[in-house]
């Protein structure tokens, strides 16, 4: 399955590739961080991280980021898979819960995982983009 989501992601991006390369590369080169949150959506919306690495990258590196801060943040920004209750692991983990504590709700928000994944980004993408420029490079 996750091999269709990263064809689909391609074709699309190949199809439209000048288009994204030269609205979202701007918008990367003015502020970096952009390209964390371009990870982190891309990893929300397929749960893949191959899918986010093979679309985002490229556009990262087109971007002239310094490799030390693109690979902090792209590491860090890998935890967008586990936002929405879509995961198989957080399925199972809340099967497995007989203490019934973790819940995946009835919404896309208002389930177990929800804030540990946002604190789990935010200080991860942090830390990984302050590794990256003091010892990346």
């Not at 390369?21 to 891309?42: C, D, K, N, R, Y």
């Not at 209750?85 to 819940?103: E, L, R």
């Amino acid at each position: 399955a996750l091999f269709g989501l990263a064809w689909l992601t391609d074709t699309f991006l190949g199809a439209h590739a000048k288009l994204i390369s030269e609205g979202v590369g701007g918008l990367v080169t003015a502020a970096p961080w952009i390209f964390a949150l371009g990870v982190f959506l891309v990893c929300v919306l397929t749960t893949s991280q191959s899918t986010a690495t093979r679309t985002i990258v490229p556009i990262g590196l087109a971007a002239g980021i310094p490799l030390g801060l693109l690979s902090g943040m792209w590491a860090g920004a890998f935890a967008g898979i586990y936002l929405l209750p879509t995961n198989g692991s957080q399925i199972a983990a809340a099967n497995f819960d007989t203490s019934g504590t973790t819940k995946l709700g009835t919404k896309l928000v208002d389930h177990s995982f929800f804030a540990p994944t946002l604190i789990l980004a935010v200080t991860t993408i942090g830390f990984g983009a302050l590794f990256g420029v003091l010892w990346g490079g």
